[in-house]
């Protein structure tokens, strides 16, 4: 068994998995996982540079993870970080300041390396599973980005767009410096055009509609089922390999986008730092179930943290 710490740095959120592996079973036993909300990607969209505030509150996150590492005695740490990251004029500062933390260079990996890791972290303990068809369907829905990626046992296919809950959020329901509470119409409409164009992207690499299972990954998905599953709280067992379908989607998207900022404040489930994003990313994956004809998503607790673990695991062969 090897010990590992990951580390995903996305756009809304970043995460810590300690555990340890064995690659010759395939087993993998968490000893740590936590997330916080620190917002990295706010404002990127539009000005192209990681707000200072953001920065701070990434780094705050990063001790207090450090303190996590050294505690367990993880043998290998890998930091991935994601869209925010990549798009970033002052990306430079966010690398020195997590070096100086962690002691480890943050790897800003490219959409189709982040498609890859999600697919492995995804897929590992469903390969083997006789009620599920193949091929999968992995799409992990962010803060910054969405990945596709289609495969069996392996990847088939790749690509990375950028639409995610907190870009399509900021582009789309802010005005004049305030979220729209609810959003309008038009708003609705506009986020619908966007994520439609960047699905006909996604469409160049990866044969969507081949998917015989789609998995759902990340927040936006997991907040969906726990709300579709009617949790009075936040519940990893509960949520992971749940299958919600298509008509729950989409009544629960409505539902999302018709509530203020304190009615969906109120959903026992929801994430304080998601309830101005979690309308936008339930609408992206309802827009993804529509263009793939998907009856339902299976929900995956286990995603790109898992990837990195495995792949860190791997590297200290």
């Known amino acids: ?59 705050a996150a990063c001790r207090e993870y450090a303190a996590v590492i050294k505690g367990l005695g993880a043998e290998q740490v890998r930091f991935v970080a994601t869209s925010a990251s990549r798009d970033a004029e002052n990306r430079d500062d966010f690398v020195r300041g997590v070096v100086d933390i962690l002691g480890v260079e943050p790897e800003v990996i490219t959409g189709d390396q982040e498609a890859e890791f999600s697919f492995n972290g995804a897929t590992k303990e469903l390969t083997g599973r006789a009620d599920l068809a193949r091929p999968f369907l992995v799409v992990d829905i962010g803060g910054g980005s969405t990945e596709f990626v289609l495969g069996d046992a392996s990847v088939r296919a790749a690509r990375s767009v950028d639409v995610g809950c907190v870009r399509m959020t900021e582009r789309h329901l802010v005005h004049e410096g305030q979220i729209s509470d609810p959003p309008t119409e038009g708003q609705i409409a506009a986020i619908k055009a966007d994520v439609a164009t960047a699905l006909d992207r996604a469409e160049e690499s990866v044969p969507l509609r081949e998917a015989a299972t789609l998995v759902g990954l990340a927040g936006s998905v997991t907040t969906v089922a726990a709300i579709a599953l009617g949790l009075d709280r936040y519940e990893s067992e509960a949520i992971h390999h749940s299958r919600i ?20 404040a109120a959903i026992p489930v929801m994430h304080p730092g998601r309830v101005d994003v979690i309308a936008a990313g339930a609408l992206v994956l309802l827009s993804i179930m529509e263009r793939t004809g998907a009856a339902e998503v299976v929900v995956s607790e286990h995603d790109i943290l898992d990837g990195i673990a495995w792949h860190a695991a791997l590297d200290d062969e």
Not at 14 to 39: F, H, N, S, W
Not at 247 to 264: F, G, N, Y
């Open 245 to 264: 379908s298509l008509a729950k989607v989409r009544e629960i998207t409505d539902r999302l986008l018709s509530s203020t900022h304190a009615e969906r």
């Open 1 to 59: 068994m090897k010990r590992v710490a990951a580390i995903d740095c996305g756009t809304n959120s970043i995460r810590l998995l300690v555990a340890d592996c064995d690659p010759a079973t395939g087993e993998l036993k968490d000893l740590d996982r936590r997330m916080q909300i620190v917002r990295l990607g706010q404002g990127v969209d539009r000005t192209g540079r990681l707000a200072p505030e953001a920065l701070e509150r990434t780094f």
